[in-house]
């Protein structure tokens, strides 16, 4: 069965690869499941109809026969889990990789999310010149200990995994401030994320939302 999921109708990030749904579509043309997008309005975010599949009212959301699944990590978890291509068959390296997955979401995102924040919401309060540096410095110290453990490597645990992809796209929202430049091993790292095929095509079908014309290639 062809899954479906959801994604905004007009994205806020004007098609540039941040929206949480572009983690789910790259998952999806990693494994070669081809999928269905159904579009949706922020006022219909916030819907019953919507809600009954996301309570928080946000993207994407999953659904597949009888399943609906919400939260990004959790759909690209369970695609990876019954798929070949995302999870290593080694049973001790495949929990290396569900591991990074939840590093790149509990661990790596929190402080680039809060930058966010900082410069989008409080940019405006008195305080936000002073609080700015800290968060800064947070994400420098998160940046810091993800390159000395990436070192000269590809990836992160022998072969591409779903940990890298979950990675990647966490790393993909800096690319506004200068800090991930501060750190060669991991532009390259995110460079070698974007030059997947499968990252392309899911870039071009996210874009092509926003700009209305279909993917090419």
Known sequence: ????????????DRGKGLARD??????????GQPYEVRLVSFSAMK??????????????TYEEGDLA????????FHIAEHHAGLLPDDENARARAIAWMFAALNTVEPPILDLYTAKLLEGDKPWSEQRLPLVEDRIRDRLGELSARLGDADWLDGAF????????????RLNASCLLDEYPNLLA?????????????AFDAQLAVFTGKPPTG
Do not use: N
């Open 189 to 201: 790292y995110v460079a070698r994320g974007e030059a997947r095929p499968a990252f392309k095509r």
């Open 47 to 60: 819907e019953p109809a919507h809600r009954a599949l996301q309570p928080f009212g946000q993207i994407p």
């Open 1 to 12: 069965m062809t899954p479906t999921i959801t994604a905004f109708e007009q994205s806020p």
């Open 161 to 172: 995994s779903a940990g890298d992809l979950l990675m990647v796209a966490v790393l993909l």
């Open 22 to 31: 572009m983690r789910v579509r790259w998952a999806l043309e990693e494994v």
């Open 69 to 76: 699944l919400f939260e990004s990590g959790a759909i690209v």
